[in-house]
């Protein structure tokens, strides 16, 4: 098998792996939140990940962990108590439903290649503004930081989902609220972390021991933590050879994959994400065809429910070409001949399908 799903979710870091196993251990189950001897031995673990999570992110905020960066989307919005809300129309449905469900909300448009005007307007009262960094179905990187600066001139807090951004670019360093997720940095499922600028006022979702400095309570996972921050570290000591990588990695697939149209802006993109249409493909076919290789249809947290991408509509494209759009993602663990490889079964295979 080929595994061209990096969005979705990455490869466990072997350096994650070897972080959790003292803290899978017959000795390691303590409670991180017990007095005793082994407790405070897994809480300074699970500071020591703390420490090594927030080095990805900006000075001067901390760092709240979650059970995913849906959960810490949800604590940034909810918690804030914004009533006005503005995101741009391509976010993961974690911030689109949510402020959805209660704020009042103002969609902020992409252009054709999918990004937000860095001057966008937001309407008067808007309290919270939610742009991510790289969308995760196309990959595009988003002006955070211009978007940032307007969102505090007009007295807005800025929220910015970087869980496909971070341990790849720098931090957007204007936010004020950051969600990141372990499990697309190459550490475990299971938990996420919120950054919260100092300063920065918010109300818990999670109501009980208090945990998180009282934003979140319930018991902390030295094993989940211990993975996420060594993730953390192995991403910030790469960052550069695993850009280098996966800009090798996009030539190589694009060089197969000439004839496919590209969604997406090919410029302002993480390389990593390769979103692709051919008219008239049928991608379940496709994906039939090729099981031994691992690729998406569109955003996994939207597969199968039979809709067309909110994403691609958004740049423009009809109900028939985003039905006909793959997404490739690679990184780190990817094999240059095995992209290829893939690459050209999946086109051979569009190929035989007429297109």
């Given at each position: 098998?080929?595994?061209?799903?990096?969005?979705?979710?990455?490869?466990?870091a072997?350096?994650a792996?070897?972080?959790?196993?003292?803290w899978?251990?017959?000795?390691?189950?303590?409670?991180p939140?017990?007095?005793?001897?082994?407790?405070?031995a897994?809480?300074a673990?699970v500071?020591?990940?703390?420490?090594?999570?927030?080095?990805?992110l900006?000075?001067?905020?901390?760092?709240?962990?979650?059970?995913?960066?849906t959960?810490?989307?949800?604590?940034?919005?909810?918690?804030?108590?914004?009533r006005k809300?503005?995101?741009?129309?391509?976010?993961?449905?974690?911030?689109?439903?949510?402020?959805?469900?209660?704020?009042?909300?103002?969609?902020?448009?992409v252009?054709?290649?999918?990004?937000?005007?860095?001057?966008?307007?937001?309407?008067a009262?808007?309290?919270?503004?939610?742009?991510?960094?790289?969308?995760?179905?196309?990959?595009?990187?988003q002006p955070?930081?211009?978007l940032?600066?307007?969102?505090?001139?007009?007295?807005?807090?800025?929220?910015?989902?970087?869980?496909q951004?971070?341990?790849?670019?720098?931090?957007?360093?204007?936010?004020?609220?950051?969600?990141?997720?372990a499990?697309k940095?190459?550490?475990?499922?299971?938990?996420?972390?919120?950054?919260?600028?100092?300063?920065?006022?918010?109300?818990?979702?999670?109501?009980?021991?208090?945990?998180?400095?009282?934003?979140?309570?319930g018991?902390?996972?030295?094993?989940?933590?211990?993975?996420?921050?060594?993730?953390?570290?192995?991403?910030?000591?790469?960052?550069?050879?695993?850009?280098?990588?996966?800009?090798?990695l996009?030539?190589a697939?694009?060089?197969v994959?000439?004839?496919?149209?590209?969604?997406?802006?090919?410029?302002?993109?993480?390389?990593?994400?390769?979103?692709l249409?051919?008219?008239?493909?049928?991608?379940?076919?496709?994906?039939?065809?090729?099981?031994?290789?691992?690729?998406?249809?569109?955003?996994?947290?939207?597969?199968?429910?039979?809709?067309?991408?909110?994403?691609?509509s958004?740049?423009?494209?009809?109900?028939?070409?985003?039905?006909?759009?793959?997404?490739?993602g690679?990184?780190?663990?990817?094999v240059?001949?095995?992209?290829?490889?893939a690459?050209?079964?999946?086109?051979?295979?569009?190929?035989?399908?007429?297109?």
């Open positions: 098998m080929i595994y061209l799903d990096y969005q979705a979710t990455t490869p466990l072997p350096e792996r070897a972080a959790m196993e003292p899978l251990a017959d000795d390691g189950f303590a409670n939140h017990s007095p005793h001897r082994m407790g405070r897994a809480k673990a500071e020591v990940a703390r420490e090594q999570v927030a080095a990805l900006p000075p001067g905020g901390r760092v709240v962990f979650t059970g995913s960066a959960e810490a989307l949800n604590l940034a919005i909810q918690g804030s108590g914004a809300v503005a995101v741009s129309a391509i976010e993961h449905a974690a911030v689109l439903d949510t402020a959805r469900a209660c704020c009042e909300l103002q969609e902020l448009p252009d054709h290649a999918g990004l937000v005007a860095p001057d966008a307007e937001f309407a009262g808007t309290q919270l503004v939610a742009v991510m960094q790289v969308n995760n179905e196309i990959g595009t990187i955070v930081d211009a940032a600066a307007r969102a505090r001139a007009a007295g807005a807090l800025f929220l910015c989902d970087a869980v951004g971070t341990g790849k670019l720098a931090a957007p360093a204007g936010a004020d609220l950051i969600a990141i997720s499990h940095l190459y550490g475990p499922k299971g938990i996420g972390a919120l950054w919260v600028r100092d300063g920065v006022d918010l109300k818990p979702l999670i109501h009980g021991g208090g945990q998180e400095a009282g934003l979140r309570s018991t902390l996972s030295p094993a989940l933590c211990a993975g996420f921050g060594a993730a953390a570290a192995v991403a910030a000591r790469r960052c550069e050879e695993d850009a280098a990588h996966v800009a090798a996009w030539d697939a694009r060089g994959l000439a004839r496919w149209t590209l969604n997406g802006s090919a410029e302002a993109r993480w390389k990593g994400n390769l979103n249409r051919l008219d008239g493909l049928d991608v379940n076919r496709l994906m039939s065809e090729c099981r031994g290789i691992m690729f998406s249809a569109g955003s996994a947290c939207a597969s199968g429910s039979g809709r067309p991408s909110h994403v691609l958004a740049i423009g494209l009809t109900n028939a070409q985003a039905k006909s759009a793959i997404r490739l690679f990184g780190r663990f990817t240059t001949d095995q992209l290829v490889e690459c050209a079964a999946l086109d051979v295979a569009a190929r035989e399908q007429g297109c």
